[in-house]
């Protein structure tokens, strides 16, 4: 009777360890997502900066 009751045991704790490695990456997977779309903030707000200097570039060298 020990032998079944360990393995049940151990299933459980095995069941709880993947438990909080799913927590874990759950969490890290959400703060991924959080800073890629920070990322592609920035560099779209670069992107438009850079848009704006290349036309403003552009302008100037139409006026020489």
């Known amino acids: ?3 079944p009751m360990f393995a ?3 299933g459980f704790v095995g069941l709880a360890v993947l438990a909080v490695f799913a927590v874990r990456v759950f969490v ?3 703060r991924l997502g ?3 779309t920070e990322s592609a903030r920035r ?3 670069a992107a438009e ?3 704006r200097a290349a036309a403003s570039a552009a ?4 006026t020489l």
């Open 49 to 51: 900066d850079l848009e």
């Open 43 to 45: 560099i779209n707000r």
């Open 34 to 36: 959080s800073q890629v």
């Open 1 to 3: 009777m020990f032998w």
């Open 28 to 30: 890290e997977a959400r």
């Open 59 to 62: 302008r100037a060298v139409d």
């Open 8 to 10: 049940v045991a151990v």
